[in-house]
């Protein structure tokens, strides 16, 4: 198969999981990691680099006054932790499981064997590193420029898998408003009022599952 065939291949989230299964022999785990349960927490040892395969997870910080805040929000197919691949010796954040998450740990040296012998899937990663990089500064920009209500929207879309290559989730599993609010970076109040207001315009509803996000809510986003 040619070179641009398979990366377009691998760079398919599921496919990548499958490429690492086959080619990552040694140094390799799957571990499955309940609501809640953090993978690792800040200022850990970076040995490692994961992909998420299965669920939902947050990144969050703490400075050094006991703030906390949530920097990234990971669906499946996305790594994280790779840090360690560029010399980080502590792990920078912390990983939680937002819920229940299927993991994949790869060991450094063998992830730094995989990407020195295999071009094609190393070209794949680096497109999903600046892909993801790029994604940081929207996220940026959002923060600084955008309303908390275009960015409750933003952050709704995202968890339902809206933009991303794959099948839309519109139903988003259960999260707080206290968590919505960390993330939007305004107040719990103000996230409880946007959720009543998309509500009743019918841009999410609630059911047994969780939350259902409507793909109208992007009015709210490419609205000025």
């Known amino acids: 198969m ?6 377009k291949k691998i760079a398919r989230p599921h496919l990548a999981a499958e490429f690492l299964r086959a080619n990552v022999t ?4 799957t571990v499955a990691f309940r609501i809640g349960q953090m993978v690792f927490s800040q200022g850990d040892r970076a040995d ?4 998420l395969e299965k669920g939902k997870l947050k990144l969050t910080v703490v400075s050094s006054q006991g703030k906390e805040a949530v920097i990234a929000l990971l669906t499946a197919g996305d790594f ?27 060991e450094k040296p063998e992830m730094t064997r995989v990407l ?17 990089n790029i ?12 309303s908390s209500e275009k960015r409750l929207a933003r952050v709704l879309l995202l968890l339902a898998n809206f933009g991303k290559a794959g099948k839309a989730e ?16 305004t107040t719990r109040a103000r996230v409880n009022f946007f959720m009543n207001k998309f509500r009743k315009l ?21 609205h000025d």
């Open 202 to 222: 019918g841009f999410i509803d609630y059911d047994g599952g969780g939350l259902r996000v409507h793909s109208s809510l992007l009015h709210v986003v490419l």
């Open 116 to 132: 020195r012998d295999e071009p094609v899937f190393a070209e794949s990663f680096l497109h999903y590193l600046l892909s993801r």
């Open 170 to 185: 519109p139903v988003v599993a259960k999260m707080s408003q206290e968590m919505l609010a960390e993330i939007v970076g």
């Open 80 to 106: 994280f932790g790779e840090g360690c691949l560029a010399g980080q010796i502590k792990r920078m954040c912390t990983a939680t499981a937002m819920t229940d998450c299927v993991i994949v740990r790869m």
């Open 48 to 51: 490692a680099i994961f992909q």
């Open 26 to 29: 040694s140094g390799r785990a």
């Open 135 to 146: 994604r940081i500064e929207e996220d940026l920009v959002d923060q600084l420029f955008n």
């Open 2 to 7: 040619p070179a641009k065939a398979q990366l």
